[in-house]
């Protein structure tokens, strides 16, 4: 009966009891469960009991996170994802606290001042992703970066204050030792919920997530619908951000940097499916309010709150998981058939190999022979005309990147010499080219890596740590942390390319999972000293020039020639078109998948090792930086986000461009949260400009 229900068009009304019946509310009733268990737990080990006291902290405490989890919600009900939500509540918060006044006037204005803030930044979004048609990842990334920078400004640092009355008014009670009022304003925004989805947008907004082109076809706007989601989904995050302001009494520009992964991993635990068309927000909030249990559970059996952002990446990547292993599921059906075939699948790899490399070059043959016959009439124009699209998305950040350079040297007034500068240049571009190199592979198939921040810095430390500034160490201390990285990367490629889940929700997890493992592995302060070895390729001199720019140039070389002229190369173009399309040619699809994570893992374990070489040590977040930088440089660079189209010479001129306006904003003494907003509107530029891009690889 439930396999019929679920197959029932979803169009045509939706009575409420269907709504709630087992099969469709499954992952509610789990949320549910795990809450009510949690809950139980927390109870039993509290030595006073659980008072109405403990259940207004944990009303508290889950609050915030519970409204911006509803928000999120909507947006993946239609097939999105958002990651402004903890951007938003960061500059709801320094504005609060910096704005609002003692009277009653100023707390009321300030606070619709925030709605409609939160509103304006979802129709920015919902504007640039539903009627400019870009990838809801990458506007929301260039967004969240723009957002910050702008809580940057606003408060450099925590603090600000908001008057008592205002934070009673939102932590007390609603009804006097029976409810709170965190719990009223939840009820509040379920209550919202529920009238959305009884009025024609809810209905709408699952149809679109469901099955767009059909929800198109019955007369839905799929644009209005989803730019409505988009404005709603800012007005809870804004609601959000209100209520931790009342809860801290001050403002702190980075309080929703930690938000991501706990909100994801709430909508996941709530039973909400990435993909579109399942889910709801009264499981998103029992979803937060058992990762609150959760953190109270630890801290009160004496457990480091390290270990927080590790218990929400796993619980992230369960909750994925667990609708997959449904025996009615069809993505159950995959993981079993991915299971058994597994082995199969690895003795098959020489054969699809040879298979697909036939498969290809009988395709091209006809193109190749015209390619012969012009190359013999003119070799320089046929050599132009075939790669003129390709040149006209890899010259642009050449050209920019020149002009850069000018203004650099002519105009900022700067007494250094050409090559110091140059030399400096090319330095500080090896960072930025090796993890780009990394990123843009993994975007060519269609990925995206978000967990390079946490890697870098856990390969540095790592390195750090072991070798203590030893160059005997060194020895085996760089193959193990190259092997580490490379190894991390495998994980998440065969998470996305076998068990076949989200890259963004399996990165993002890793991300917090090797968050909690660094800051556990160091108590919080890294200790060690990069070897001698290391610091003398980063900074000494061969030849007059500094040796890592001789390694930039062969690793330059080199990735262009891996993915141009070698059949991993091409299967890597090949998985990016069409995955469907590759499998039936013999590409082995899963493989290249995992290879190409595995490469970005060993690309961001390189850059891990070279950075501490250049700081001569290892910190916590050295990683940081590289997050939008990596995916900035890919885009600039011409690659489409979408995977199958970009060229590495490209990615590269966009490293040395990013580089180029980061050294003139240096030198221009321009702060890191303008830089970040720069950076943020560049990479919307640049999606923009090559979102129709039909350049042939």
Same mark, same amino acid.
Request: some cysteine.
């Given at each position: ?57 944990? #009303? ?50 300030? #606070?619709?001042?925030?709605? !409609? ?12 992703? #539903?009627?400019?048609?870009? @990838? ?65 947008? +809810? ?65 996941? %635990? ?5 993909? +579109? ?19 109270? !559970? ?25 609708? =997959? ?13 991915? @299971?058994? +075939? ?56 050449? %050209? ?58 856990? #390969? ?77 390729? =980063? ?40 995955? @469907? ?35 001569? @040590?290892?910190?916590? +977040? =050295? ?40 050294? %003139? ?33």
């Amino acid at each position: 009966m439930n396999e019929v229900m679920g197959k029932m068009p979803k169009s045509k009304g939706w009575p409420l009891a269907d709504r709630f019946d087992f099969g469709r509310s499954k992952g509610l009733l789990v949320a549910i469960s795990v809450f009510i268990i949690a809950l139980g737990i927390t109870a039993a080990l509290s030595p006073r009991g659980y008072s109405y006291y403990d259940f207004s902290n944990l #009303c508290g405490s889950a609050a915030a996170l519970a409204l911006a989890a509803v928000g999120e919600t909507l947006v993946i009900i239609i097939g999105g994802f958002d990651l402004t939500a903890g951007s938003v509540v960061a500059v709801v918060n320094v504005i609060l606290a910096t704005r609002v006044g003692n009277t009653l006037f100023s707390q009321i204005s300030w #606070c619709f001042f925030a709605i !409609l803030l939160g509103a304006a930044i979802g129709a920015i979004n919902g504007f640039f992703i #539903c009627y400019l048609r870009l @990838q809801s990842i990458v506007v929301t990334l260039a967004m969240m970066f723009i957002l910050n920078g702008v809580a940057l400004l606003i408060l450099k640092q925590p603090g600000g204050s908001i008057p008592p009355t205002f934070s009673q008014w939102i932590t007390g009670d609603a009804i006097r030792g029976i409810l709170p009022m965190p719990a009223m304003l939840v009820l509040i925004g379920l209550l919202a919920w529920g009238i959305i989805c009884s009025c024609r947008l +809810g209905t709408g907004a699952y149809a679109v997530g469901s099955d767009e082109n059909g929800a198109r076809a019955n007369g839905v706007r799929v644009r209005l619908v989803k730019f409505r989601i988009y404005v709603i989904a800012g007005i809870y995050y804004a609601a959000g951000g209100i209520f931790i302001t009342g809860l801290t009494g001050s403002g702190d520009p980075l309080i929703g940097v930690p938000m991501l992964l706990p909100i994801f991993a709430a909508v996941v %635990l709530g039973g909400t499916q990435f993909g +579109g068309g399942k889910g709801g927000a009264t499981g998103s909030v029992f979803g937060a309010y058992v990762l609150m249990l959760i953190v109270s !559970l630890l801290i009160t059996i004496n457990v480091s709150a390290y270990y927080a952002t590790a218990v929400e990446g796993c619980l992230l990547i369960l909750a994925a998981i667990a609708p =997959m292993l449904s025996r009615n599921s069809e993505l159950g059906n995959s993981l079993r058939v991915a @299971q058994l +075939g597994i082995i199969a699948w690895l003795d098959r790899w020489r054969s699809k190999k040879i298979a697909a490399g036939r498969s290809i070059r009988i395709l091209n043959r006809n193109f190749e022979t015209s390619e012969i016959k012009e190359n013999l009439n003119s070799p320089v124009r046929g050599w132009v005309r075939r790669n003129a699209q390709l040149l006209r998305i890899i010259i642009p950040p050449y %050209l920019v990147f020149f002009l850069l350079v000018m203004i650099s040297r002519f105009f900022s007034g700067s007494s250094t010499s050409f090559v110091f500068y140059i030399n400096s240049l090319l330095l500080l571009t090896t960072f930025l080219a090796i993890v780009g190199f990394g990123q843009g592979a993994v975007i060519l198939t269609g990925g995206l890596d978000l967990s390079v921040p946490w890697l870098i810095s856990w #390969c540095g430390i790592l390195l750090t740590s072991v070798a203590s500034g030893n160059n005997s160490a060194a020895i085996w201390a760089i193959p193990l942390v190259l092997l580490t990285g490379a190894f991390i990367g495998f994980i998440n490629g065969i998470a996305v390319g076998v068990v076949g889940l989200s890259p963004i929700i399996v990165t993002l997890a890793m991300n917090g999972i090797l968050e909690a493992v660094t800051l556990v592995y160091t108590g919080g302060t890294p200790k060690g000293w990069s070897p001698p070895c290391i610091s003398w390729f =980063m900074s000494g001199k061969l030849w007059g020039v500094t040796p890592a720019i001789y390694g930039l140039l062969i690793f330059v070389i080199g990735g262009t020639l891996l993915l141009t002229e070698t059949s991993f190369g091409r299967f890597v173009y090949a998985v990016g078109n069409s995955r @469907q399309v590759s499998t039936l040619s013999g590409v082995p699809v899963r493989s290249i998948v995992v290879l190409v994570y595995g490469l970005s893992g060993l690309c961001a374990a390189i850059v891990g090792i070279l950075l501490t070489g250049f700081n001569t @040590q290892a910190f916590n +977040g =050295m990683g940081d930086p590289y997050l939008l930088a990596s995916i900035a440089v890919v885009v600039v660079g011409g690659t489409l986000i979408t995977g199958g189209k970009g060229h590495y010479l490209g990615i590269f001129g966009a490293a040395l461009l990013l580089t180029a306006l980061q050294i %003139l904003l240096t030198g221009s003494q321009v702060g890191i949260p303008v830089r970040g907003i720069i950076y943020g509107i560049v990479l919307m530029i640049a999606i923009f400009a090559h979102r129709e891009n039909k350049m042939s690889n």
